[in-house]
């Protein structure tokens, strides 16, 4: 009888999985909200697409040279972060802003910490913030959509802060994509059939997203703007980039907490943030900076979160 024993040194366990191929299945997650995109808003929402895309490569290729380390442009992950950004932008916005914010989002939010799995913060996320702060006017100018007779060009958040009624968007209307808005965040029904692919796959569980979206649909449905417990929080589930980041970048590996504990507090905080921002910020969105300032958490709660040491009391 052979001897089938195998003593070897850990890890013991082997999955067939893989940095590229975690990656490769997000790109391929993120592809129905770009075809959405590209459908509602026409060839421009394509063009914003690439140029996040292939500054974000030549980006990463140029500073992997320069400071001499490998060349990992085909992992996927400066891919990602070239499709988010541009998903957080809008369809019009001139051909330099997706190229100076996919550069400044892999140089700055990325490289600068050494690369991949070193970053604190959402690359995608560092680059969106970075050009509200430096061109708002061209970051909070919409079109409207060019695949439907839309009703406005401002999106649906904006016009509630400033106290305007929505008269001809219905909830359905937020749900395929039938407003004004950020390239990647219109079409609800496509990310969350990307997301729905990522969850079957097992590359994100459900504690993040959905504490963050819950969150938030308490708050906003609490806190009113008729008193108490007369929120629309339907409308703020559908309206702005709550799905998108909830889904796809609060989950980001790197930047969100490794238990899943830990997780669910991020997810709550992230709301709670976004929530606070939406209602009495003076932006109308705060999904972009309520993600980055729980990335700066992160550290913090994976340290009392951690799971106790086997053995220890």
Not at 141 to 147: C, D
Not at 227 to 245: A, E, K, M
Not at 261 to 281: D, E, M, S, Y
Request: aromatic share 12%.
């Amino acid at each position: 009888m052979s001897n089938r024993l195998i003593v070897s040194v850990f890890p013991h366990l082997h999955k067939d999985e893989s940095v590229s191929k975690v990656m490769w299945t997000v790109i391929i997650s993120l592809i129905p909200a770009g075809l959405a995109a590209i459908f509602i808003f026409g060839t421009s929402a394509l063009w914003v697409i690439i140029l996040g895309v292939v500054s974000a490569l030549t980006t990463e290729g140029v500073l992997q040279v320069l400071t001499k380390r490998k060349v990992t442009i085909l992992d996927g992950s400066a891919i990602i972060t070239g499709i988010l950004l541009a998903y957080n932008l809008p369809p019009k916005v001139p051909f330099w802003i997706p190229i100076i914010g996919a550069f400044f989002s892999i140089a700055i939010g990325k490289q600068v910490f050494g690369g991949l799995g070193q970053n604190i913060f959402n690359p995608a996320l560092v680059g969106r913030v970075f050009l509200m702060a430096s061109w708002p006017k061209y970051m909070t100018t919409f079109t409207k959509p060019a695949s439907f007779d839309a009703v406005t060009s401002a999106t649906p958040l904006a016009l509630i802060k400033e106290g305007s009624v929505l008269e001809n968007i219905s909830y359905l209307d937020l749900f395929l994509g039938k407003r004004a808005g950020c390239i990647g965040e219109v079409c609800i029904l496509a990310l969350l059939l990307g997301a729905l692919f990522l969850l079957l796959r097992g590359y994100i569980s459900w504690h993040i997203p959905m504490t963050y979206i819950f969150t938030v649909a308490a708050f906003t449905y609490i806190f009113g703007p008729k008193g108490l417990f007369s929120g629309d929080w339907l409308f703020h589930i559908l309206s702005g980039g709550l799905i998108l980041g909830a889904f796809f970048m609060a989950t980001d590996y790197v930047t969100s907490p490794l238990t899943y504990k830990g997780q669910v507090i991020f997810g709550i905080g992230c709301g709670i943030v976004t929530a606070i921002i939406r209602l009495w910020g003076g932006y109308p969105e705060g999904v972009s900076y309520a993600i980055l300032m729980m990335n700066a958490a992160t550290p913090i709660i994976d340290r009392y979160t951690k799971p106790r040491v086997y053995g220890r009391e």
